[in-house]
């Protein structure tokens, strides 16, 4: 089967990879809710050590840094006020990096991230990594797109989970988790932003 154009190609949207100092990094629901009990995702562990990696890397390059949490209340698995909601200590924010609360999978949707992002002084490049890649790493690089922003998804930096497959009589038979993160990628670079396959495409010179 024939591998179809992109639409960033068919519209002359640039698909260079950005240096890693030139953005700001949004570091999408790195929260404890992924590592266990029933939102735990597949692939989960190896995402947030190349999340910490990519950290580490946008601290040491200088890159402006800003933490998102999703909030989904007291007793959930969201619950950012107990450890399950907590940022992942691999990833916690130090003194002087700003954490946005969203409630929405676009974390720019009733959210301060954008007037965030405009007190940081950031530019149009982003970079986004976090959980989950069909969930709010695909709706915020599209919110980031929409906006006029220039996202970059860090596609090792990413998990998600299994999901059934709606077939109209609700016996879906599993669409396993690697297919899933995939196809959310595949979503992504077809429009809303580029692809870093791994940390180390946004920090080794020279970059494609």
Same mark, same amino acid.
């Given at each position: 089967?024939?591998?179809?154009?992109?639409?960033?190609?068919?519209?002359?949207?640039?698909?260079?990879?950005?240096?890693?100092?030139?953005?700001?990094?949004?570091?999408?629901?790195?929260?404890?809710?992924?590592? @266990?009990?029933?939102?735990?995702?597949?692939? +989960?562990?190896? $995402?947030?050590?190349? #999340?910490? &990696?990519?950290?580490?890397? %946008?601290?040491?390059?200088?890159?402006?840094?800003?933490?998102?949490?999703?909030?989904?209340?007291?007793?959930?698995?969201?619950?950012?006020?107990?450890?399950?909601?907590?940022?992942?200590?691999?990833?916690?924010?130090?003194?002087?990096?700003?954490?946005?609360?969203?409630?929405?999978?676009?974390?720019?949707?009733?959210?301060?991230?954008?007037?965030?992002?405009?007190?940081?002084?950031?530019?149009?490049?982003?970079?986004?990594?976090?959980?989950? @890649?069909?969930?709010?790493?695909?709706?915020? +690089?599209?919110? $980031?797109?929409?906006? #006029?922003? &220039?996202?970059?998804?860090? %596609?090792?930096?990413?998990?998600?989970?299994?999901?059934?497959?709606?077939?109209?009589?609700?016996?879906?038979?599993?669409?396993?988790?690697?297919?899933?993160?995939?196809?959310?990628?595949?979503?992504?670079?077809?429009?809303?932003?580029?692809?870093?396959?791994?940390?180390?495409?946004?920090?080794?010179?020279?970059?494609?």
């Amino acid at each position: 089967m024939p591998v179809s154009t992109t639409l960033r190609d068919l519209i002359g949207l640039d698909n260079q990879l950005p240096r890693l100092a030139d953005t700001t990094l949004l570091m999408i629901d790195f929260q404890n809710t992924y590592r @266990t009990g029933v939102m735990a995702l597949e692939g +989960a562990e190896p $995402a947030l050590a190349a #999340g910490a &990696r990519l950290l580490s890397a %946008a601290r040491a390059q200088g890159a402006h840094v800003v933490h998102i949490v999703n909030d989904g209340g007291d007793g959930t698995p969201y619950d950012i006020r107990t450890e399950i909601g907590a940022i992942s200590p691999e990833v916690a924010p130090v003194e002087g990096e700003p954490v946005v609360v969203k409630q929405f999978p676009n974390a720019f949707h009733d959210t301060d991230l954008e007037k965030t992002l405009r007190e940081l002084g950031a530019g149009p490049e982003l970079v986004l990594a976090g959980f989950m @890649t069909h969930m709010c790493v695909s709706f915020t +690089a599209q919110g $980031a797109f929409n906006l #006029g922003y &220039r996202p970059t998804v860090v %596609a090792e930096a990413t998990a998600t989970r299994s999901l059934a497959t709606p077939d109209g009589t609700g016996t879906g038979a599993a669409l396993p988790a690697a297919t899933l993160h995939s196809a959310a990628l595949a979503t992504i670079g077809d429009l809303f932003g580029r692809i870093a396959p791994r940390v180390e495409d946004l920090t080794t010179e020279p970059r494609p």
